[in-house]
């Protein structure tokens, strides 16, 4: 079992920097791909960002690549997202999401993510 925790959304103002934070617990944490989605209000779950197991190969939404990084840090169990020039499109709920489907592809299909956490919000004001 897996669990996921995230932390860090807040109100910012577009052009700024955001950094989220999620904590994962589990003993096979090391094995699973970790992403972020977000979910803006009357849309679906949108892929965002994803990193392999030891951190070597990362995938972006096109609409993040350049702006945001994807992060994990295995020996404390945590994935981080930093948001740099946000922009009003970037409004949403974010969630942390684990995938044990391939080793070695980095899936951006929500449905290939097994554990998810319980989101956090983010609003950028223009």
């Known amino acids: 079992q897996v669990q996921l925790v995230e932390s860090g959304g807040g109100l910012v103002q577009a052009g700024a920097s955001l950094r989220l934070s999620c904590a994962v617990s589990?003993?096979?944490?090391?094995?699973?791909?970790l992403g972020w989605f977000r979910q803006a209000p009357s849309q679906g779950r949108e892929f965002v960002a994803a990193?392999?197991?030891?951190?070597?190969?990362?995938r972006y939404a096109d609409s993040v690549k350049g702006r945001f990084t994807i992060s994990r840090d295995n020996a404390k169990n945590t994935v981080s997202l930093q948001m740099d020039t946000v922009e009003s499109e970037d409004t949403a709920a974010y969630y942390c999401a684990a995938s044990d489907y391939s080793s070695r592809f980095i899936t951006s299909d929500p449905v290939k993510y097994r554990y998810w956490g319980q989101g956090t919000q983010v609003t950028v004001s223009s």
């Open positions: 990193i392999s197991w030891n951190g070597t190969r990362t």
């Open positions: 589990g003993r096979t944490f090391i094995r699973y791909v």
